[in-house]
C-alpha cells in the first residue's frame, strides 16, 4: 500500500493513498470540524464542515472523502474556510427548530458544540421556522424531526452496523426527513430490532430516549468502535479504556 | 451624569430578568454607577428619550414589541440582546409553526378554564405577527447576551463594563445556548 507525502497546513505529512485526509489529519492532531462523520460508519461528505482548500484549485473538498495526492498542498484552517464553517453552522440552526433550553441533550449536543466552536453570537439569516413532525411511537424512544440536522448518521448506523436499515430519507431539499420503513409510525416499523444505535449516534436531541428530560442525556458513542474493531479482528473483547 | 440604563420585557417569560435580579448585592453597586429610568422594576409608563444603554429580553412577537423595539433603538445609544429569546427566539419562537389564529385560539378558547372566548375587542391584546422573530430581525443590535436566562456574571460584566464606557468583549466563556 503506497504511503504519499504532502503538505497541510504547511506542515509535511504522509498517509496511505486508501485514507482519507480527515483521517491524516487526525494522525498528525490537526482538528477538522465535521459533524456527518462519525468514527465506524461510511462517510458521505454531506454536513460540509471539514471542507479543506487544495492548492491550485479554487473548488473546495470535503476531507472526508477526499483521498491524498503526492506533493498535494493541503489547508485546513483559512480565513475562507472559518467563514464558510460558520455560514453552515448558521445555516443548521435557522433550518430547524432548535431550542437550546427545552433540548435534551443540552450541553451534550454537537451542534452546539459547532456552535461555540465558531464563537456564534447570533444567526445572520432569517430563521425557517419549518413545521415538523415528532414520532413517539416507539416503545423506547422518540424521534423530533424539529432537532434533525439531516446528517444521515441514523441511516447509515441502521443499514451498516446493525443491518436492519429501518431509516432512509424521504422527500428532498427543504421536506426532506428521515423515515422509518415505508415512511410510517417508528413503532409500527417491523424491520427496527429497537437496539437503539441510532439514537446513541444521533448527534443532536433529535432521536433520544423515552423518560430524559432537559439536558439529561449524554450520548456515548463508544460501542461503536467496539463493534467495528470486534467485527474486523473477530474479537469481541471490551478494551479496558485508560482513563475511562 | 450616571448612565442612563433601561431593561425592557418583549415576549419572554422574565427569566432574564430574574437572573438580573439574581445579581443581588451588585444590584446595590450597579445603583449608584447607573440610573435606572425604565424597567418592569420601575414604575414609568412610557420609555424615555437619551438612554445609553437598553437590555431587551424576549423575542418579538406582536406588534406592539415591534413598535417598542423601535422606540428603543430610536431612544438607546447602546442595545443589547438579553438572553436567548432576544437573539433566536427560544421558546417564544415554538409557537411559530402554528397560525396566530390557532395560537389565540389554543390559549383563550382550549386551554380556558371558565369563560372561553376567543378576545372580541381587537384592540383588547396586541395583534400576534405571523411569527416571532429575534431582536435583530427588527432592529440593529449591538451585542448578544446569551443564556436561558444569561447568567448574573454575564450580565454583571456587560453592564460594568459598559457602565465604565467600555464596549463589553464578552469573553466566550459566557458564550451558552440554553
Known amino acids: 500500500m503506497p504511503i504519499l507525502t504532502f503538505a497541510m497546513n504547511g506542515h509535511q505529512v504522509s498517509g496511505h493513498d486508501d485514507e482519507t485526509l480527515l483521517q491524516i489529519a487526525r494522525q498528525h492532531g490537526i482538528h477538522i470540524p465535521t459533524l456527518c462523520h462519525l468514527d465506524g460508519l461510511s462517510d458521505i461528505g454531506a454536513c460540509r464542515l471539514c471542507l479543506v482548500e487544495i492548492e491550485g484549485q479554487d473548488k473546495l473538498v470535503a476531507a472526508c472523502v477526499t483521498k491524498p495526492q503526492e506533493g498535494m498542498s493541503v489547508h485546513t484552517d483559512t480565513e475562507r474556510l472559518q467563514r464558510y464553517r460558520r455560514t453552515i453552522v448558521e445555516l443548521l440552526a435557522s433550518e430547524g427548530n432548535h431550542q437550546c433550553a427545552v433540548c435534551v441533550v443540552n450541553e451534550h449536543c454537537q451542534l452546539q458544540d459547532l456552535a461555540y466552536a465558531v464563537e456564534l453570537q447570533y444567526v445572520r439569516f432569517p430563521y425557517l421556522y419549518p413545521k415538523r413532525t415528532l414520532d413517539a411511537t416507539h416503545k423506547d424512544f422518540v424521534m423530533d424531526r424539529n432537532r434533525c440536522v439531516l446528517c444521515s448518521r441514523c441511516i447509515r448506523v441502521c443499514h451498516e452496523v446493525e443491518g436492519a436499515h429501518t431509516w432512509d430519507t424521504a422527500g428532498r431539499s427543504f421536506h426532506c426527513t428521515i423515515m422509518a420503513d415505508m415512511d410510517q409510525p417508528w413503532g409500527t416499523a417491523a424491520s427496527c430490532t429497537s437496539c437503539g444505535k441510532c439514537v446513541w449516534v444521533c448527534p443532536t436531541g433529535a432521536l433520544f430516549e423515552k423518560g430524559q428530560t432537559v439536558a439529561e442525556m449524554e450520548k456515548h458513542r463508544d460501542f461503536l468502535k467496539y463493534i467495528v474493531t470486534a467485527r474486523r479482528t473477530g474479537e469481541w473483547i471490551a478494551e479496558e479504556e485508560e482513563g475511562e | ?178
Not at chain 2, 439574581?22 to 409608563?45: G, H, N, Q, T
Not at chain 2, 430610536?74 to 440582546?81: A, E, M, Q, W
Not at chain 2, 390557532?102 to 405571523?130: C, G, K, N
Not at chain 2, 411569527?131 to 440593529?140: D, E, G, N, Q
Request: charged share 20%; proline share 7%.
Open chain 2, 1 to 178: 451624569m450616571k448612565p442612563r440604563v433601561a431593561s425592557v420585557w418583549l415576549s419572554g417569560c422574565s427569566g432574564c430578568h430574574m437572573s438580573f435580579l439574581d445579581l443581588d448585592e451588585r444590584l446595590i453597586e450597579l445603583a449608584d454607577m447607573a440610573e435606572l429610568v425604565y424597567s418592569p422594576f420601575v414604575d414609568i409608563k412610557h420609555f424615555p428619550r437619551d438612554v445609553d444603554v437598553a437590555l431587551v429580553e424576549g423575542a418579538v412577537s406582536n406588534v406592539e414589541n415591534e413598535e417598542m423595539a423601535h422606540i428603543i433603538r430610536r431612544n438607546s445609544k447602546f442595545v443589547l440582546s438579553f438572553g436567548d429569546c432576544a437573539t433566536t427566539g427560544n421558546i417564544s419562537a415554538m409557537r411559530n409553526q402554528f397560525s396566530a389564529g390557532e395560537i389565540v385560539r389554543r390559549s383563550y378558547v382550549e386551554l380556558a378554564d371558565d369563560a372561553s372566548v376567543l378576545p372580541l375587542e381587537p384592540t383588547s391584546i396586541a395583534q400576534l405577527m405571523p411569527s416571532a422573530v429575534p431582536l435583530h430581525a427588527i432592529i440593529k443590535v449591538d451585542a448578544f447576551l446569551h443564556g436561558c436566562p444569561p447568567s448574573p456574571d454575564q450580565i454583571w460584566f456587560a453592564l460594568s463594563e459598559l457602565m465604565a464606557g467600555r464596549i463589553p468583549d464578552l469573553p466566550t466563556a459566557y458564550l451558552k445556548y440554553g
